[in-house]
């Protein structure tokens, strides 16, 4: 029988088979994703942590700052010693230091699963033992989650936005930065039991929408949405978009009538246009004035969405596209209108603008951050290499507190910080590392402990996510591989050595944490809502439950644009800021009270040639289930692929499906050669997730025989402002890799 199942990618259907699990999509998905043909692997011991092990220079000489983390043995252990050791730890370093000696900050996207979900039952097990160190904002959108409470109020832009349907129904023209890559959508945090975007964006088309597609990457617009192609310069949006302002600004097109009544600043921002001509802008962003010029005239002919994909802040100064696009669908005039003004992040995940879901869902309780202190996420190496030392963030100056002891469960940061040779630096620097795994990721290898997970195939859950319309009864699909184990049981196990564990279990399994959350759900604010839910025994018969409708059209800002007195904004000034003079006050040269034009400080250069962009991977979610059947089937040469663009290969004399090695100021990694006029010329588009593999690099010379584009990628804040993760470019130089390239290692068990 199949037994109903989900994943950030998908809900689906698993059955265990002799020789692993059989996988099919879930019936009411209208477009399932090819990410699910990664999934049976993850039943099979390849690169699994089959017991928990931990690392011989901590077992023997115990704790400390220790260069041989990341390249020492690793010797198999006994569950119960470990935790015994694991909680001696941990008593030594609350003792002498206290809790802001422990990071368990442990950003990650772990496995759908409400109860399960890795970095909850840390964050659960922390708060209980008097806090930890943790983690403000995301990777993800970083800058907006920071940006856009002084621009708006708050950060409801990204977490819902003007709806699709709204899109569909009204739009004439959607200017997208970034694009609307179909390989984004296919994922959403928690699960996503239905893919919409693309037939969304198809309906949107065939009503009459037009689409103009700004991006180095032609393939990040579906090529049926006919769209125009502006294949910008990597890092150069706001100077089209300042551009695109200042012909709306001296055509006198602008809605001056909005931004009097809706908007702060617009005097200093319209000053600031002097001179921002669509002529200084066309050598900057490769695009022909003549363009910049027509792009604007369109934008104020019919309803335009300007938007920006969270890619696009994920880069140097990135707060200024962003808030740029803001400035420029003010003076569109369209904020608050049905299917106009911005967007930030449509389609960067199938859940942005797929619903506002307003009801409750069932949570797994965390307890309050009795500690409260933060690092912003990106800033995990600085913190860990400068200790006691100054930063600034969002006008605050703080200091990086002295983390000692690191634990990360549900989290790869090995695949997700930059400059991967810094990390290893910071991780040294550690005294203890602890990490979860079910898999041998290069986190893994870099810990001195790590416990077995087990994976969400082995254990029973409640799928449910804020933008999906089911609550799904995860079951168990096959037992656990080796000695894997649940992290509530492991946490369970150092809660109880810790004297936590009555508070941290209150006695339950985890299947009858399962049900308890499935029922106080139910009877508590389901019931409140008017959601007439089955008993938990029905709901996991049935294998799934399915929430109210999604609700009517939703605009952003729409009450605000109606009545700005009666809803202002949350804001100092109650308006959309084109000018903050919060911002203004920090006094950031990198982010000044307004938006600018700020030239990245790392471009291409002789050594250096060309711009590297590292986005997203369409194969696979992150760095999960790299060795899946989608992910390899994506491999070039055994490696990640690396695409440039034909005239690039030529002037190399590179050919299509050869091992090529990339280098950055960082480091260097090999990668598999695709050639493709896709890929804007000066270009080259390598995407994050090959799992990084120090070994085969040493073999071949470089720092990753794989494919980890976070070996090149600089680790460097956004700005002071947000300080977010930058990883998205780089400039890098791609040549022939001569010799005979090793073998990929980083899916070996370790040591063999
Ligand atoms: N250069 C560059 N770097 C980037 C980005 C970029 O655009 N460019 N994008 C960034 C973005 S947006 C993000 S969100 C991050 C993503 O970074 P991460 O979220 O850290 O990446 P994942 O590969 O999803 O890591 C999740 C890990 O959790 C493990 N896991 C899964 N289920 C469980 C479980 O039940 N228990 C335990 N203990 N572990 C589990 C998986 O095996 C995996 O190793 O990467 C960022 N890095
Ligand atoms: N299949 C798949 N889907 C995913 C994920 C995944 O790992 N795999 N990760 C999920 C997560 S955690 C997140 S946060 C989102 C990320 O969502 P996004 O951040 O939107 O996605 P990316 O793929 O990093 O980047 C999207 C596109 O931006 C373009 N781009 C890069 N630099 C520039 C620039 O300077 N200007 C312009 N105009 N365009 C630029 C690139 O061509 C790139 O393909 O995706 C989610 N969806
Ligand atoms: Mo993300």
């Not at 008593?91 to 000696?101: F, K, Q, S, W």
């Not at 910008?232 to 706001?238: R, S």
């Not at 690396?642 to 091992?659: F, K, M, N, S, Y």
Request: hydrophobic share 40%; glycine share 10%; net charge neutral.
């Amino acid at each position: 029988m199949s037994i109903p199942h989900s994943s950030h990618w998908g809900a689906f259907g698993a059955v265990a088979t002799a020789d692993g699990v059989r996988i099919t999509p879930h019936p009411d998905d209208p477009a399932p994703s090819a990410l699910l043909a990664n999934v049976p692997v993850a039943a099979t011991p390849t690169a699994r942590v089959l017991r928990p092990h931990v690392r011989r220079g901590w077992w023997e000489d115990g704790p400390g700052p220790d260069d041989r983390r990341g390249r020492d043995e690793f010797l198999p252990v006994a569950w119960d010693e470990l935790l015994d050791r694991v909680a001696a730890e941990y008593r030594r370093v609350l003792g002498d230091h206290g809790p802001r000696a422990v990071f368990a900050g442990s950003y990650g996207w772990a496995s759908a699963g409400r109860f399960h979900h890795a970095q909850s039952q840390l964050h659960r097990f922390s708060h209980l033992l008097g806090g930890a160190v943790r983690s403000s904002w995301t990777y993800s959108h970083g800058v907006g989650e920071v940006l856009l409470p002084h621009v708006v109020g708050n950060q409801e832009p990204l977490l819902s936005p003007t709806s699709w349907t709204s899109v569909e129904a009204h739009t004439d023209l959607v200017i997208a930065l970034g694009g609307l890559p179909a390989k984004n959508s296919e994922v959403a945090s928690g699960g996503i039991t239905r893919h919409e975007v693309a037939g969304r964006l198809r309906a949107a088309r065939a009503r009459g929408a037009e689409f103009v597609l700004v991006s180095p990457l032609r393939d990040d617009l579906a090529a049926e949405l006919g769209a125009q192609w502006l294949d910008v310069v990597p890092g150069t949006d706001t100077a089209l978009l300042l551009a695109m302002c200042h012909v709306l600004l001296t055509d006198g097109t602008y809605d001056r009538e909005f931004l009097d009544r809706c908007t702060e600043g617009s005097a200093e921002f319209l000053a600031s246009l002097d001179g921002r001509t669509p002529e200084w802008a066309a050598p900057l962003t490769g695009i022909p004035a003549a363009t910049i010029r027509d792009l604007a005239r369109r934008a104020v002919r019919g309803r335009t969405m300007v938007t920006v994909s969270w890619s696009v802040a994920r880069t140097r100064f990135g707060e200024q596209p962003l808030w740029a696009a803001v400035a420029l669908a003010a003076m569109i005039g369209q904020i608050g209108l049905p299917g106009g003004g911005f967007g930030h992040g449509y389609a960067s995940t199938g859940g942005v603008g797929k619903r506002a879901g307003t009801y409750p869902l069932p949570t797994f309780p965390q307890f309050a951050d009795p500690l409260r202190v933060r690092i912003p996420v990106a800033r995990i190496a600085d913190a860990l290499l400068h200790p006691g030392e100054p930063y600034e963030v969002d006008g605050r100056h703080e200091v990086y507190p002295h983390l000692r002891l690191v634990h990360w469960a549900g989290g790869n940061p090995f695949h997700h910080h930059q400059d991967l040779q810094r990390l290893q630096r910071a991780f040294r620097a550690a005294e203890t590392v602890v990490v979860h795994e079910p898999f041998w990721t290069a986190t893994a290898r870099h810990a001195d402990v790590v416990f077995a997970s087990t994976t969400t195939l082995e254990r029973e859950d409640l799928g449910a996510a804020r933008y999906d319309d089911r609550l799904i009864a995860m079951g168990r699909v096959h037992a656990p591989l080796g000695q894997a184990r649940d992290d509530y049981s492991t946490l369970s196990g150092l809660a109880e050595r810790l004297g936590i564990g009555p508070s941290f279990t209150e006695g339950r399994s985890a299947r009858e944490w399962v049900e308890h959350l499935y029922e106080q759900w139910r009877t508590g604010p389901a019931a409140r809502a008017g959601i007439t839910a089955p008993p938990y025994a029905r709901f996991v018969a049935d294998g799934e439950f399915r929430l109210p409708a999604e609700p009517a059209e939703k605009v952003l800002l729409a009450s605000f644009r109606a009545d700005p007195g009666r809803f202002p904004l949350r804001t100092p000034s109650g308006r959309v800021e084109l000018h903050s003079r919060t911002v203004a006050g920090f006094g950031y040269d990198d982010c000044p009270g307004h938006p600018v034009w700020l030239a990245p400080d790392e471009v291409p250069d002789e050594e250096f040639p060309l711009h590297l962009v590292a986005n997203n991977p369409a194969t696979r979610l992150h760095s999960q289930l790299d060795h899946g059947a989608t992910s390899q089937a994506g491999k070039v040469a055994g490696r990640e692929p690396v695409r440039v663009h034909p005239q690039d290969a030529a002037d190399r004399g590179l050919r299509d499906g050869q091992v090529v090695v990339l280098r950055s100021r960082r480091g260097s990694c090999l990668g598999g050669l695709v050639v493709s006029d896709a890929v804007r010329r000066g270009v080259v588009q390598m995407s994050t997730g090959a799992w990084f593999d120090p070994v085969a690099g040493a073999e071949a010379g470089v720092t990753c025989g794989h494919g980890n584009v976070n070996v090149l990628t600089r680790d460097v804040g956004s700005s002071r402002l947000a300080q977010a993760c930058t990883g998205q470019h780089a400039a890098v130089q791609v040549s022939a890799f001569e010799g005979v390239p090793p073998r990929v290692r980083a899916f070996d068990q370790p040591g063999t």
